[in-house]
């Protein structure tokens, strides 16, 4: 009978520094096996099943026991270890259990990073219960989820954040926001998720809140497969039989459309006039077009998803071979009754408090959203080197149907009803082709990666259909807009190649690191606007009824013989179409050393030349651009990292660094784009300037036994140039543009604390609180002078307002708060948490003349999560998910002194409750 055995893995960490020890020996005592590890500080022993203890070594350094380290069939152990440096000549052992030496690995890479990072490794997620990134990461210090995707950290906006994935800069399926999606992420294919929070030269200058650096699995230990299916339902959303939908494609459950909403006609067809002689093309081309223009009610189904991982390794001889496979699957439906969108204004009197709305929207919206990601990998690995290959696709597709009232008294005092259909399709696709080299001695390590990246986001025939309410009916009119069909394309080529060189060697008598390396990053945006628009011919608009599908019936269409009825007209849109690319070639140089015997030194400097080149024209045609360098900015941006080692569990950290914000290509162009179910219209501004910011950062962090710890930060920015989306001006209420303000600051403190109760109980070893604490305080100093905001706040101030001439900065929480109370029975099986999320007042859109400030208000977020395993081998479990038990609304309001505030925004997501089952083969 064959003997049954398992594995045990991990990597071995040099304590003096935050890197891997290469080459230290791995025994088991008492027996003769053993091995090594390898150039990255990796190992795995195969033993029978057992209960061993495991011995690492190194020469010059102290050994350690890990004691109980049980061994099942078919299963891996994994247990990573820090050595530290002995400065004693005889043999020093430092003794440890296995669940200890577990539980404190965790925050082992925190502890010895050069930089202020808050990782998040597989462990930490799976306590809560997260099946991505976005729902996990929020218990990370200082960090936020916007839209329950985006990651803002330290309060600031998308802008100050950069998402990168293993290294490499990633575009989003929002090509202009720096963070990528992270609810795209399914939590078994990542390693760790790093939030970095202070600069150092080897990093992207274009940050300022953190980095967020997406680690996936890239070598498993042994084979493992995995199967999950999860199934949601929120009561206010689900099982609606009044859901707000449209007929689509066939395959809109793929993420993609089949093409029924594609453009019917040749985009550089001529569309003749009515009253032309060569009128004859009119009404085929009218017939070509899609007639549905009105939203149906259908039920809405619940959510639903399934994934698929896989991963193995081979040995190649004496090399090996590793593959990883995951699939994710996510289909959602949203519901929102009764949501309001409003424009609000102040009004002319300075006596009158109360805003009046020149635009208010109700009615109810439905969307349904559908994700699908795949990611493969191949990992090659001999004794000195180890080459990856990665590929990524995310598929997604998201159809929107809206009716509203729409209610205007400023601009134009009239009511109307609107259709509102809209399909947006995104996809991403992601090659990462990497390799790491090493010395015979592991000192000098040369690392490459290249990644290019295709991006598109199409939003396909999306449809605007008005009717304005009268006493005795309906009408369409140019006083409401004629009904509206919009194609938008967008099309990025993102290609980066990075190398970087580290050097180990010895100065003054202990251990440093020289690091350099260079990257060059091209990206390049093709985006065009494609505008028709329904007309009417000796026809009135009141016999449709205020039916939109009537509007292009058969029997209203325009003909030549009858010459009345419906009738397209419009075609391509160059001020709303550009091509434009940026390119960014850096290099870096650092050092790492000790002063003494417990500071340690990180200096460094990175230098980047940016320039942007961009192709359009502006509404009128009187500013033509063709492919004009509209930035060049070759900048330094210096870095310092002191880490104080006052003992082994407490680290004194503080760093300075320069970084900087820069426009992206939609907001640094002349583009105008209108968003039809808003009616809010973004105007590009083509004279932005990047943003600098001077970053300062202190932190006093002390770390216990059992993944326990204390920390406390203080971190300062000044920033130059800021840029905000701000009202382009008094009389253009629903007109946002980007704009430079001339500085501001950031001021804040955080504190972390992660501590179990067994110093209660040794019953109470299990439960664990994690609570953090963000409170910022920010300024910025407004524009002044004639049709600036700082005049144009002091014209329309209402009596007895102060105006001072600075306010909070754009995106800006200023306060922040996390918390979890954990239970972990790992012989149950059993894990069970109320986790808590809620950020402060944060403004959103800047007001200006008659336009109050917008503010996002604090949403309470309680979340209880459950996992229970159904076998003693752990190979399946049932996880139960409860979001938003508090009930809370997502609104922002208008805030103006001295008046009632007033909705900007309005949806109610309800309560949702999830069920997911896992089986690991």
């Not at 839209?147 to 998308?158: A, C, N, Q, S």
């Not at 320069?658 to 105008?672: G, N």
């Amino acid at each position: 009978m064959k003997a049954q055995s398992g594995k045990v893995t991990g990597k071995i960490l040099d304590g003096e520094y935050n890197d891997v020890l290469a080459f230290a020996n791995v025994s088991v005592k008492g027996t003769e096996k053993g091995t090594t590890s390898d150039f990255e500080g990796l190992y795995a022993l195969k033993l029978k099943e057992g209960v061993y203890t495991i011995v690492f070594s190194f020469i010059g350094y102290e050994s350690k026991e890990i004691t109980g380290v049980s061994i099942k069939n078919n299963q891996v152990s994994t247990i990573n270890v820090t050595l530290n440096s002995s400065v004693l000549l005889k043999e020093v052992m430092v003794t440890s259990s296995a669940r200890q030496n577990t539980e404190a690995s965790i925050l082992s890479y925190q502890k010895k990073s050069a930089t202020l990072i808050d990782g998040l490794s597989i462990a930490s997620i799976n306590k809560t219960g997260a099946s991505n990134i976005a729902s996990a990461i929020k218990s990370v210090p200082g960090v936020s989820v916007q839209d329950g995707k985006y990651v803002y950290v330290r309060g600031l906006g998308d802008r100050y954040t950069k998402s990168i994935l293993n290294g490499m800069d990633i575009p989003g399926l929002d090509p202009d926001k720096n963070t990528i999606q992270m609810n795209i992420f399914p939590t078994n294919i990542l390693e760790n998720i790093l939030v970095i929070k202070s600069a150092s030269a080897d990093l992207p200058a274009d940050f300022t809140g953190g980095v967020i650096d997406i680690v996936t699995k890239d070598f498993p230990s042994q084979k493992q497969m995995e199967f999950s299916v999860s199934g949601g339902f929120n009561p206010s959303m689900h099982l609606k039989d009044n859901y707000l939908t449209y007929e689509g494609g066939r395959t809109d459950f793929l993420g993609f459309d089949d093409g029924a909403r594609g453009i019917p006609i040749s985009t550089a067809q001529i569309i003749p006039n009515p009253a032309s002689v060569k009128n004859r093309t009119l009404e085929p081309i009218t017939r070509a077009f899609n007639r549905t223009l009105a939203t149906e009610q259908k039920i809405s189904f619940p959510d639903f998803g399934f994934g698929f991982n896989y991963g193995n390794q081979f040995d190649v001889k004496d090399n090996k071979l590793g593959f990883i496979a995951s699939v994710d699957y996510k289909n959602t439906t949203n519901f929102y009754e009764g949501f309001e969108n409003g424009i609000y204004q102040k009004p002319e009197e300075r006596d009158e408090f109360e805003l009046r709305f020149d635009r208010r929207q109700r009615g109810d919206i439905g969307t349904n959203n559908v994700l699908a990601s795949v990611l493969t990998g191949l990992s090659y690995k001999t004794l000195k080197s180890k080459y990856n290959l990665n590929f990524l696709h995310i598929q997604n597709g998201e159809s929107r149907a809206a009716l509203f009232d729409q209610k205007t008294e400023i601009s134009n005092a009239i009511d109307v009803v609107k259709d509102n259909l809209e399909y947006t399709e995104r996809a991403i696709t992601n090659v990462l082709l990497s390799g790491k080299n090493t010395s015979e001695d592991a000192s000098f390590i040369t690392e490459w990666k290249i990644s290019p990246t295709y991006s598109r986001v199409y939003d396909k025939d999306v449809r605007l259909t008005t009717f304005i309410k009268l006493p005795d009916g309906f009408t369409i009119s140019s006083d409401a807009g004629f009904p509206n069909r919009i194609w938008r394309n967008l099309e990025e080529i993102n290609a980066v190649g990075k190398i970087d060189f580290t050097k180990k060697y010895d100065l003054f008598s202990s251990k440093a690191v020289f690091k350099f390396g260079g990257l060059y990053s091209y990206k390049q945006r093709d985006y065009s606007v494609y505008n028709y628009e329904i007309a009417f011919r000796n026809i009135s608009p009141t016999v449709f009824g205020g039916d939109p599908n009537t509007i292009l019936a058969d029997e209203n269409i325009w003909t030549p013989s009858t010459n009345s009825g419906s009738y397209i007209r419009g075609n391509f849109e160059p001020a709303n179409s550009f091509d434009a690319n940026q390119n960014t070639a850096a290099a870096y140089v650092s050092n790492e050393f000790k002063i003494g015997e417990k500071l340690r030194t990180i200096l460094g400097v990175r230098a980047e030349y940016f320039t942007t080149f961009f192709t359009g024209q502006n509404n009128l045609g009187s500013q033509i651009y063709d492919n004009e360098n509209t930035l060049e900015e070759m900048d330094f941006f210096p870095s310092a990292n002191f880490i104080y080692e006052y003992n082994d569990a407490i680290n004194i950290r503080m760093s300075y660094s320069k970084t900087t914000a820069r426009p992206s290509f939609k907001e640094l162009s002349v583009v105008q784009i209108p968003d039809l179910l808003t009616g809010v219209m973004f105007l590009g501004n083509i004279d932005l300037k990047p943003s600098y910011i001077d970053n300062v950062d202190f932190r006093f962090e002390k770390y216990g036994e059992q993944a326990q710890m204390f920390a406390i930060s203080a971190f300062y920015k000044s920033f130059k140039n800021p840029i905000e989306l701000v009202a382009f001006s008094v009389i253009a209420p629903n007109q946002f543009t980007p704009r430079n303000s001339p500085s501001a600051t950031v001021f804040g403190f955080e504190f972390e604390a992660r501590k179990n109760f067994n110093f209660i109980s040794e019953s109470l070893k299990d439960l664990s609180l994690n609570v953090n604490l963000s409170i910022i305080d920010s300024k910025i100093k407004m524009n002044k002078g004639v049709n600036q905001e700082f005049d144009s706040r002091q014209t329309f101030a209402r009596d007895g307002e102060v105006i001072d001439d600075t306010r909070q900065l754009q995106g800006q929480s200023p306060f922040l708060v996390n918390a979890g109370l954990n239970y972990n029975n790992k012989t149950m099986g059993l894990e069970t948490g109320m986790f808590f999320n809620v950020q402060g007042k944060t403004l959103e859109v800047v007001g200006f003349g008659q336009n109050p400030d917008v503010y996002v208000q604090p949403f309470n977020s309680l979340n209880f999560n459950f996992s229970k395993t159904l076998d003693k081998e752990g190979k399946s479990s049932i996880s139960l998910k409860v979001d938003n038990i508090l009930d809370e609304k997502r609104q922002s309001l208008y805030d103006s002194y001295g008046a009632v505030a007033q909705p900007f925004s309005f949806r109610k997501p309800g309560i949702a409750f999830s069920l997911g089952y896992s089986l690991s083969l």
